[in-house]
């Protein structure tokens, strides 16, 4: 079945500590996004790629880095610049090839980051 | 500027009454709207889609939804509630252009269904 991968599903991490979040999706999407949510925020883009070894900045990009090297994989790390990283992250990706304006955006299942 | 509302951080209902989850938005271009479900501890799937074919949309598990210009709404709606509806529902928002970095969130609705 196609899908979008999260691992790990939880993590655990010590101040000053830079953390990976792995993604991987089979679906053959073009582009990919990270997404953070916290209690009554809804969802907040941290970056976005739209085809391989290319990405851009989403609203709160400031602490996290990404790449793109493969079109199946978008990891994101967070550092320790990353001052309140204690959150659910959500990886998705979307056909872009798709009629305009319909892509839909297919989700991970998440990976919940506690610094301790 | 796009921007969605949705009115009501948190929706109860007894088991078998209706379900009404409220989902208002601003836009200068006619919109594509959306919503999502998410259960606890997982990732959004989506429920249905708005893209400017009938106002009327159906979706998944026997949800649908209105889009109304006349009152920038597209409130979602089920008729009998099932204990397995309960979960967090978000709507969503973007322009025709189809850039889903310009995807705007509501805050979400938390659903709980009472036995």
């Known amino acids: 079945d196609g899908g979008i991968t999260q691992s790990p599903k939880y993590l655990f991490r010590k101040e000053g500590q830079n953390v990976t979040l792995s993604c991987e999706q089979n679906?053959?999407?073009?582009?990919m996004y990270w997404y953070r949510q916290d209690p009554g925020q809804g969802l907040r883009l941290i970056y976005y790629s739209q085809i391989v070894n290319d990405f851009q900045k989403g609203d709160i990009a400031e602490g996290y880095s990404v790449s793109r090297e493969k079109k199946e994989s978008f990891p994101l790390t967070v550092t320790s610049a990353q001052k309140n990283p204690t959150a659910f992250y959500l990886c998705a990706s979307s056909n872009q090839r798709g009629s305009a304006g319909a892509n839909v955006l297919t989700f991970g299942a998440g990976s919940r980051l506690t610094v301790l | 500027a796009q921007s969605v509302t949705q009115l009501g951080s948190h929706v109860s209902v007894s088991e078998g009454a209706l379900v009404l989850l409220r989902c208002n938005y601003s836009?200068?271009?006619?919109?594509?709207l959306f919503w999502y479900v998410q259960y606890p501890n997982q990732g959004l799937q989506l429920l249905l889609k708005y893209t400017s074919a009938a106002t009327l949309v159906k979706g998944i598990n026997g949800f649908e939804a209105e889009f109304k210009k006349s009152e920038t709404s597209f409130h979602l709606t089920k008729p009998s509630a099932h204990m397995s509806d309960a979960a967090e529902y978000f709507c969503?928002?973007?322009?025709?252009?189809?850039?889903?970095?310009?995807?705007?969130w509501g805050l979400g609705t938390s659903l709980a269904v009472n036995p």
């Open positions: 679906l053959n999407h073009d582009a």
């Open positions: 969503a928002v973007s322009d025709p252009a189809g850039n889903n970095r310009k995807l705007i």
């Open positions: 836009s200068s271009v006619p919109p594509y």
